[in-house]
């Protein structure tokens, strides 16, 4: 058996440096066979600084994808860049929104991106949440409403493409795949304190374009399991939107990083 730890929105940096090292050291003292990493590390000026952080704490390969928070200050094209880069750099640092499928186990395939909150879900068009992401991130400051979710639904659209790509080339090679998004792909998993995110909320918290797509490919690949881990809402809940589908999202609190879950595979 093999042991997969799994965090998400970790926020690092909200934390003084002691603090970030006693996270990290816990997470080490795992063990873990691999750490996945599911988003909003840090921001854009210092979220490669923590994945440095990260590998020189953590023996085991890390795998992670991208939130939000790590483009504030920043831009969406530059921080991934600089995240590619420093993975050339760092053997055991994959980011797998620049990725295909990695190997976890025998059985176990592992797909990955960033996602977005595409806009698509709840009423976009009437909410009044006005999302940081809308100041703080470069390719979605100063436009305009109907301008703005024309670019969500493109973040969205090209979320989409790459698991239309990736997962059906897991299931080929395996039996279950873990994907990893930091938002979640259907409504149903978009949770905040035990509840399901209204319209207001839901279209900044949901990528329905991946969820489409996910249950579009599993519907046609009932022998095999797919599970999902996201974060994105800071609030945990799970759903089974088919049978072989499962979608967890993770719980998180600003300033307390968590480990979410410790799976074992074989």
Same mark, same amino acid.
């Given at each position: 058996?093999? !042991?997969?730890? *799994?965090?998400?929105d970790?926020h690092?940096n909200?934390?003084?440096?002691?603090?970030?090292?006693?996270?990290?050291?816990?997470v080490a003292?795992?063990r873990?066979?691999?750490?996945?990493v599911?988003? +909003?590390?840090?921001?854009?000026?210092?979220?490669?600084n923590?994945?440095?952080?990260?590998?020189?704490?953590?023996?085991?390969?890390?795998?992670?994808?991208?939130g939000?928070?790590?483009?504030?200050h920043?831009?969406?094209?530059?921080?991934?860049?600089?995240a590619?880069?420093?993975?050339?750099l !760092?053997?055991?640092? &994959?980011?797998l929104?620049?990725?295909?499928?990695a190997?976890?186990s025998?059985?176990?395939?592992?797909?990955?991106h960033?996602?977005?909150?595409?806009?698509?879900?709840g009423?976009f068009g009437?909410?009044?949440?006005?999302?940081? +992401?809308?100041?703080?991130i470069?390719?979605?400051?100063?436009?305009?409403?109907?301008?703005? *979710?024309?670019k969500?639904?493109?973040?969205g659209?090209?979320?989409?493409?790459?698991?239309?790509?990736?997962?059906?080339?897991?299931?080929?090679?395996?039996?279950?795949?873990?994907?990893?998004?930091?938002?979640?792909?259907?409504?149903?998993?978009?949770?905040y304190?035990?509840r399901?995110?209204d319209?207001?909320?839901?279209?900044?918290?949901?990528?329905?374009?991946v969820?489409?797509?996910?249950l579009?490919?599993?519907?046609?690949?009932?022998e095999?399991?797919?599970?999902v881990?996201c974060?994105?809402t800071?609030?945990?809940?799970e759903? &089974?939107?088919?049978?072989n589908?499962?979608?967890?999202?993770g719980?998180?609190?600003?300033?307390?990083?968590?480990?979410?879950r410790?799976?074992?595979? +074989?």
């Amino acid at each position: 058996m093999k !042991r997969i730890a *799994w965090l998400t929105d970790i926020h690092l940096n909200f934390l003084l440096d002691h603090q970030v090292d006693q996270f990290l050291l816990s997470v080490a003292e795992l063990r873990s066979d691999a750490v996945l990493v599911g988003g +909003d590390i840090a921001e854009a000026l210092d979220v490669c600084n923590y994945l440095e952080r990260m590998v020189e704490a953590i023996p085991a390969p890390i795998y992670f994808v991208l939130g939000n928070h790590d483009y504030y200050h920043g831009s969406i094209a530059q921080v991934r860049h600089e995240a590619t880069e420093l993975c050339r750099l !760092r053997p055991r640092l &994959h980011y797998l929104t620049a990725m295909d499928v990695a190997p976890l186990s025998k059985h176990v395939g592992l797909v990955g991106h960033d996602g977005w909150a595409d806009g698509r879900a709840g009423d976009f068009g009437r909410s009044m949440v006005s999302m940081q +992401d809308y100041k703080l991130i470069a390719e979605l400051s100063g436009l305009k409403k109907q301008s703005r *979710w024309e670019k969500l639904n493109a973040l969205g659209n090209e979320a989409a493409a790459h698991i239309q790509r990736v997962l059906p080339l897991a299931l080929e090679q395996f039996r279950e795949v873990i994907l990893l998004k930091h938002v979640p792909p259907l409504r149903d998993a978009c949770w905040y304190e035990g509840r399901i995110s209204d319209d207001q909320w839901a279209p900044h918290f949901t990528c329905q374009a991946v969820g489409e797509t996910i249950l579009e490919i599993m519907a046609t690949h009932r022998e095999k399991q797919l599970t999902v881990f996201c974060g994105h809402t800071h609030g945990s809940g799970e759903t &089974h939107p088919l049978p072989n589908v499962t979608i967890i999202t993770g719980g998180a609190e600003y300033g307390h990083p968590a480990i979410q879950r410790v799976l074992e595979i +074989d």
